[in-house]
């Protein structure tokens, strides 16, 4: 009986669960002049979320800054891809960025590339601010440190495995006892 339960168990969770499809990540970046390269002793400071879906192939950013001290900012972006510490072409351009010293800004990316995807996940990209006094940057962040998100499918698979386990471990104890 306890075979029947537990296979019938398994067959309704997997039939419940799509395969997973995706994986999601998620970059939490600080931006700072000491950052920039070359370095500045600007004493502006940012802070972003960068979540990137690498089958929706976007990429969304979710940035506050404040204090910046060469003037408004005049341009923000994302670059990719060169060795960290290095300085690399534009591939998200952020439209519609405040003309401000201090702001916010949030906005989705569709139509990555797929070699910008990599760039961004073997942590080769980077986010920059832009003013007048610092045209090459005045605040920068390295998008770093990827914290996968995984799928809801994966873990009910997961817990359907764990069920198992537990489901063999009691058969094997009783088997034992007898």
Do not use: E, K, M, R
């Given at each position: 009986m306890t075979r029947i339960v537990a296979i019938a168990s398994s067959l309704v969770l997997l039939l419940a669960c799509a395969p997973a499809s995706a994986m999601t990540f998620v970059y939490n970046v600080t931006l700072s002049g000491l950052q920039s390269v070359p370095a500045n002793a600007s004493t502006a400071f940012g802070s972003a979320t960068?979540?990137?879906?690498?089958?929706?192939?976007t990429v969304a950013v979710n940035l506050s800054f404040t204090d910046l001290i060469g003037g408004n900012a005049v341009?923000?972006?994302?670059h990719c891809c060169v060795a960290t510490n290095g300085?690399?072409?534009?591939?998200?351009?952020?439209?519609?960025?405040?003309?401000a010293t201090s702001g916010s800004y949030s906005?989705?990316?569709?139509?990555?590339?797929?070699?910008?995807?990599a760039g961004i996940k073997a942590g080769l990209a980077y986010i920059n601010i832009h003013d007048a006094t610092y045209p090459a940057g005045e605040i920068r962040g390295d998008i770093l440190a990827v914290s996968p998100v995984p799928e809801p499918e994966s873990a009910a698979l997961m817990l359907a495995g764990l069920a198992l386990l537990g489901v063999a471990g009691r058969r094997r104890a009783r088997a034992v006892a007898r």
């Open positions: 960068v979540t990137l879906d690498d089958v929706a192939s341009a923000a972006h994302i300085n690399a072409p534009v591939i998200i351009p952020f439209t519609n960025f405040p003309v906005q989705t990316f569709s139509g990555i590339s797929a070699i910008n995807i």
